[in-house]
């Protein structure tokens, strides 16, 4: 079977899996919704992050722009949700556009300490334009029309939609992994100098990159703030939101096609417990973690997984091979 089709059938038993998660386990449908809703956003960071090798933690500024941008559509002008995600999309990929074009003339560390500036002036305006955002004191959606006659504040339907947007992370994700596009930008990852004597424009593919992960990333935000149902800026804005979904990818393995997804089961899995019966403390956990990953798998436990992978097949195949000269 060619390995297109493999992963594209591996990524619909994912799904199909997932879908079977409120039958299964009804009682804990937050969680459940944590883990497809942050995969789905860890797997669209990883697309600028991972693929691009362009490290951002500033992402929270598209999940409190699509969280934001939806609830005061729909609190001052009665747009639907599902309208207010469209508009939600279409400023965060405007917004990637000049973030973007702005902050790629910087890299490295230098483009890392932009992406947080920008995500932090977002903050502090969310925080000081309380006449529209409300301030530190949050919006509350109290009413929300009813998506094809489904209740929106229905934990399943939260469960599904949160799904549809992880399939859609996990699509372009696969196309990535195959497409010119993707190869491109895992040029420009290595060798940035390099991609671009070999004809490849770095500015036009990480906007484009850029472009992708806000627009995912700002429909997740969009979802998360039915899912909360009141937030503030302290909660979709803060820079934790956008370390945790670097930490997720780098976990489970940047660049690659279900590493994300594993660090988010595996951090949103084990995150209540920590925060329960650590409290605070449990950021120490994540710390560690992070420092037994770099130095243990800095290629993540996908990445790390593979290698053993490759491994264990060449060693069979040169004990394949010496087999009949020990005869």
């Given at each position: 079977m060619d390995s297109r089709l493999r992963s594209?059938?591996?990524?619909?038993?994912?799904?199909?899996?997932?879908?079977?998660?409120?039958t299964v386990f009804p009682r804990h449908l937050n969680l459940g919704i944590s883990i497809v809703l942050f995969g789905a956003l860890a797997l669209a960071w990883d697309v600028v992050g991972g693929?691009?090798?362009?490290?951002?933690?500033?992402?929270?500024?598209?999940?409190?722009?699509?969280?934001?941008?939806m609830t005061l559509l729909l609190l001052n002008f009665g747009l639907a949700p599902w309208w207010g995600l469209l508009v939600a999309v279409a400023v965060a990929v405007v917004m990637a556009l000049i973030w973007g074009w702005i902050t790629f003339r910087l890299r490295g560390p230098?483009?890392?300490?932009?992406?947080?500036?920008?995500?932090?002036?977002?903050?502090?305006?969310?925080v000081n334009w309380r006449q529209v955002t409300g301030g530190a004191q949050g919006l509350f959606i109290y009413d929300m029309p009813p998506f094809l006659g489904l209740?929106?504040?229905?934990?399943?339907?939260?469960?599904?939609?949160?799904?549809?947007?992880?399939?859609?992370?996990?699509l372009v994700t696969w196309w990535l992994s195959w497409s010119r596009f993707g190869y491109a930008l895992r040029a420009i990852r290595e060798d940035?100098?390099?991609?671009?004597?070999?004809?490849?424009?770095?500015?036009?593919?990480?906007?484009?990159?850029?472009?992708?992960?806000?627009?995912?990333?700002?429909?997740?935000?969009?979802?998360?703030?039915i899912f909360l149902s009141f937030f503030e800026p302290y909660g979709v804005l803060e820079i934790e939101l956008s370390v945790e979904l670097a930490l997720m990818s780098i976990i489970g393995g940047t660049g690659t096609l279900y590493g994300p997804l594993l660090g988010a089961i595996l951090?949103?899995?084990a995150g209540d417990w920590l925060r329960i019966t650590l409290g605070e403390a449990n950021l120490l956990v994540y710390g560690l973690l992070m420092i037994l990953?770099?130095?243990?798998?800095?290629?993540?436990?996908m990445g790390a997984a593979g290698s053993l992978l490759r491994q264990h097949r060449r060693q069979r195949r040169w004990s394949s091979l010496g087999a009949p000269a020990s005869q």
């Open positions: 594209l059938l591996t990524i619909t038993i994912i799904l199909l899996f997932f879908a079977l998660y409120p693929w691009a090798g362009q490290l951002s933690l500033g992402h929270a500024a598209f999940i409190g722009t699509g969280a934001y941008v230098y483009f890392t300490l932009s992406t947080i500036a920008v995500a932090e002036i977002l903050r502090l305006v969310a209740d929106l504040f229905d934990r399943r339907v939260e469960f599904y939609l949160a799904l549809g947007l992880l399939a859609v992370a996990l940035e100098d390099a991609a671009m004597a070999m004809g490849i424009n770095p500015t036009r593919n990480k906007l484009a990159a850029f472009a992708i992960s806000g627009a995912i990333t700002a429909a997740g935000g969009v979802l998360y703030a951090l949103e899995g990953i770099v130095r243990f798998a800095p290629t993540g436990i």
